[in-house]
Every structure is written in C-alpha cells, then in structure tokens.
C-alpha cells in the first residue's frame, strides 16, 4: 500500500471506548485511588447519564493540598525563591489537614473544563495537534448528546503512526 492509499483515519477508529472514568459525585479521596489504582494522571469525569463533566487532573490535586499563595502561577518565580528562603515551610501534616477538608468533596467541583474536546467524526490530526501542545489524553465526545465516547492517549496517536492501530 502506498502512503497515498492510506485511509484518513478518524478519532472515532483510534480512540479507546473504554476508559476509566470517575463519576462525578466521586469523593476528591476516591478519586485520587482511582488514579493511583489505574496509574493515570488525569481521569475524565461524567454525569450518572455519561455526559462529559471534565478533566480530573493531578494538577488540582496537587493545588487543593498546596498553601493557598503557591499556586499563583503569575508569581512562580517569586513563590520558589519563598520557598528556597524557608518562608514557606508547610508540613506533610498541613498537607494532610488540607487534603482532609477536600477529602469527601464531589470530583465534580475539581473538573478541569480547559481540556480540548474532540468529536468522534474528527480526523486523527486535529488530536495530534492538541497532543503536540501538552495533552497527554483528549476526551472524545458525542457532540449531539455530549456523551463521553472514549478517549485518545498519545499512545493510541503513535501506534497509528506506527500503523499497529
């Protein structure tokens, strides 16, 4: 087959339709051992109906249990020199504490909306796209019903390219 018999490959062909996913009335806890169990570091998150709510991302886990004034990202810079002078000195039990008044929250409240949606019809481009910009896995979603149809990781994109799809 030549590179021009190729078929273009939609998202729908690549993506995995079975993905874990968190339900969004999941307890912050919950969740955080759903992506350790899995060994993920992000996991979508749906509506008891399976419409797509979010992203659940170790970014926000990692912010909830973070002293307020160190997730300014404007300010990143200044917050590690704080940091390095010891004016920041924050113990793994004020982690704890502040992971305590998380703990039992809804997942829901900590879903991401910023995460690119693809839709199942999309060519496989248009995900290589957002995968070259930071995205390690995009949601696809139904956009009549906004239903959750699977998702595409950079692993499923290179074994296309690779053509072990």
């Not at 399976?50 to 307020?68: C, D, E, S």
Request: proline share 7%; charged share 20%; with cysteine.
């Amino acid at each position: 087959m030549s590179p021009t018999d190729v078929p273009d490959v939609t998202c729908r062909s690549v993506m995995d339709a079975s993905p874990a996913v968190l339900q969004a009335d999941t307890s912050f806890r919950d969740s955080i051992a759903a992506l350790l169990q899995h060994r993920l570091l992000a996991m979508p998150v749906v509506d008891a109906a399976g419409h797509y709510l979010g992203v659940f991302r170790k970014n926000r886990v990692i912010a909830g249990v973070l002293p307020q004034v160190a997730v300014y990202d404007d300010h990143f810079h200044q917050i590690t020199r704080m940091v390095d002078a010891g004016l920041l000195r924050d113990d793994l039990r004020q982690v704890q504490e502040r992971f305590a008044t998380l703990a039992d929250l809804p997942v829901a409240q900590f879903a991401c909306l910023d995460t690119p949606v693809l839709r199942p019809d999309q060519p496989l481009v248009t995900a290589l796209h957002y995968l070259y910009r930071g995205r390690n896995f995009l949601p696809v979603v139904d956009p009549t019903d906004h239903r959750l149809c699977g998702i595409i990781s950079t692993w499923d994109v290179l074994e296309s390219v690779l053509g072990r799809a």
